[in-house]
Structure formats: structure tokens, C-alpha cells
């Protein structure tokens, strides 16, 4: 039996990269994932159109807050980097930016 995790949310769909010489795609990619919004469940708790980035630092730094183990907050982080890194790769950045960022 497959337990659904305590914290969802969705991928990030392709990065809107407006091209240009004013800056890279990697870089550009990076800010937009600090800021992307999406709908996040928490414990079945909707919290629509949040900046993942910051919710996900709020979620490590006071799990218990959102009715979370310290475990199921990492479990959250590690998701944002999978899913967020994947779209940061494909526009030619790496994920341990965004590892870094999160370690700030």
C-alpha cells in the first residue's frame, strides 16, 4: 500500500525564458524557481498559488507548525529539488543551486 506524501504539489511546467541577451537561461531559470507559485497540500490543507520556494523554508524551519515531522518537511525539500531542479536542468542550470539556495 502506497501512502500518499504529506506535502504535494506540482512540477513547474517549462520555465517562460523570454531569450535575449539580458540573461542566461540558467540563471534565469534559477530566479523564476525562487519565486514560482503553485497550489501546495499540506496534511490535505490547500494553500493556493504559493511560492514553493519560501513555503518549503518555512516548512523545514517549523515543521511542527504545519502538523509536520521534521522527516516529512526534507521529504518536501527533496521533492522541490527533484522537481524544480529537473526544469532548472533542462534550461542548462543544475540542481545543487537550488540545494544551495535552500541551505542559506
Not at 501512502?3 to 517549462?14: D, L, N, S, Y
Not at 513555503?55 to 521534521?70: H, N, Q, S, V, W
Not at 521529504?75 to 543551486?97: F, S
Request: net charge negative; hydrophobic share 35%.
Amino acid at each position: 500500500m502506497t501512502t500518499e506524501p504529506a506535502v504535494t504539489f506540482p512540477g513547474p511546467k517549462r520555465i517562460p525564458y523570454p531569450g535575449g541577451c539580458v540573461l542566461e537561461p540558467g540563471p534565469y531559470a534559477l530566479e523564476y524557481l525562487l519565486k514560482w507559485p503553485a497550489d501546495i497540500t499540506v496534511n490535505g490543507r490547500v494553500h493556493p498559488n504559493e511560492p514553493v520556494f519560501p513555503f518549503i523554508r518555512a516548512l523545514l524551519a517549523e515543521p511542527d507548525k504545519y502538523g509536520l515531522t521534521p522527516g516529512e518537511a526534507q521529504a518536501a525539500r527533496d521533492r522541490y529539488v527533484t522537481l524544480a531542479g529537473q526544469a532548472l536542468e533542462q534550461e542548462g542550470g543544475d540542481r545543487a543551486w537550488l540545494t544551495r539556495e535552500l541551505d542559506r
